[in-house]
């Protein structure tokens, strides 16, 4: 069985060339789709809000590449590298923001709600905190009825904050669910830095009130991330309990429409472009021996490939009027 990135979830060997071509590969599609998704709201071809995370890209790529069928994810409305790492496809991503009849929700949710439920992404939510308890519901339910599956949550460290996060890692701690909690700690909530709000160094100590492993680690290297979350999926998979994991990263644009980030010190934004995930991935790639061709043609086919599907979602018709009452229901 292949991983949501296509290649072979906890294969502990090397990663084959392939495969670290697939992984380089799924973060360009989100790069080149979330730069998409900004020039879009420019032009005022969003409705609502948008929240981007370029420069987060290893981290939902890394982490979905351990990842099987069956299993579920649950993220934020800083979602869209996380359902389609999980393999969202990348045409009904764009309708779903443009607000088209092709879209995953069939234009009914909008940037923050990205959902596909054939591929297990179960959700963007944009209450902070509130889906971690969903992923704790959809690993009862994978328990319960003994299918093997592991749910994880995607979240940022501000969240930590919030009530639903304890209760959530209390409960899995308690009958050591198979969830994995996977904190992208990109160092600002809003416009708050980390230590302004947060009166612990690490997001992983806090695992230890919840009784399970926490594990702190660079979040924009894609091969750390894909190999430390086989690590927390198999140790969820085999009924030793659930992980949280904190991969350090950083969100190379404002939290959300035109915020141009003012509040970063100077030369932060820099130092952290020095390691942007992507560049960072075709540097090893390169030393790997992959040549500077087959790198330039992996980027031009994956933008070709995001332009090709935009294309198809604005040829998409907005949805019918009468749509609007498909899918809501009353008890
Ligand atoms: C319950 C709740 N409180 C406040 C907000 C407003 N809010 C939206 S994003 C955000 C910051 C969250 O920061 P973090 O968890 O670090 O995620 P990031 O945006 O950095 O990905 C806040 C406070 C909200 N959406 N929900
Ligand atoms: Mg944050």
């Not at 869209?80 to 309708?95: I, R, S, W």
Request: net charge negative.
């Amino acid at each position: 069985m292949t991983s949501r990135t296509g290649i072979a979830p906890g294969a502990d060997g090397e990663l084959s060339i392939d495969d670290r071509l697939a992984l380089l590969r799924r973060m360009l599609e989100i790069r080149f789709f979330e730069d998409e998704v900004q020039r879009l709201f420019t032009k005022g071809l969003v409705r609502g809000t948008t929240h981007l995370g370029q420069g987060q890209e290893a981290v939902p790529v890394g982490v979905c590449a351990a990842l099987r069928d069956g299993d579920t994810m649950t993220c934020t409305y800083r979602g869209h590298g996380a359902v389609l790492a999980m393999g969202a496809p990348l045409d009904e991503a764009f309708g779903e923001i443009l607000g088209r009849a092709n879209g995953l929700c069939r234009g009914k949710g909008g940037s923050m709600h990205l959902t596909d439920l054939r591929v297990g992404a179960l959700g963007s939510y944009a209450i902070v905190g509130a889906h971690l308890p969903i992923t704790v519901g959809a690993a009862l339910a994978a328990r319960y009825t003994k299918s093997g599956a592991v749910g994880v949550a995607f979240f940022g460290e501000g969240s930590t904050n919030i009530g639903a996060f304890h209760e959530a890692l209390n409960l899995a701690g308690i009958w050591r669910l198979p969830a994995v909690f996977v904190c992208e700690n990109n160092l600002y909530g809003e416009y708050s830095p980390y230590a302004s709000t947060t009166p612990v160094d690490t997001i992983a100590e806090r695992a230890a009130s919840y009784g399970m492993p926490g594990v702190r680690i660079d979040g924009n290297d894609v091969e750390q991330v894909r190999a430390t979350a086989i690590e927390a999926v198999e140790r969820a998979r085999s009924g030793d309990g659930p992980t949280l994991l904190e991969a350090m990263t950083y969100r190379q644009v404002g939290h959300s429409r035109s915020d141009p980030a003012k509040y970063r010190p100077e030369g932060e934004l820099e130092q952290w472009l020095e390691r942007d995930p992507i560049v960072v991935y075709e540097r090893v790639l390169s030393e790997a021996g992959v040549d500077a061709d087959a790198l330039a043609s992996i980027r031009a086919s994956a933008e070709e490939e995001v332009a090709a599907a935009l294309e198809r979602a604005a040829a998409s018709p907005e949805p019918e009027l009468g749509s609007r009452l498909e899918d809501v229901y009353a008890s």
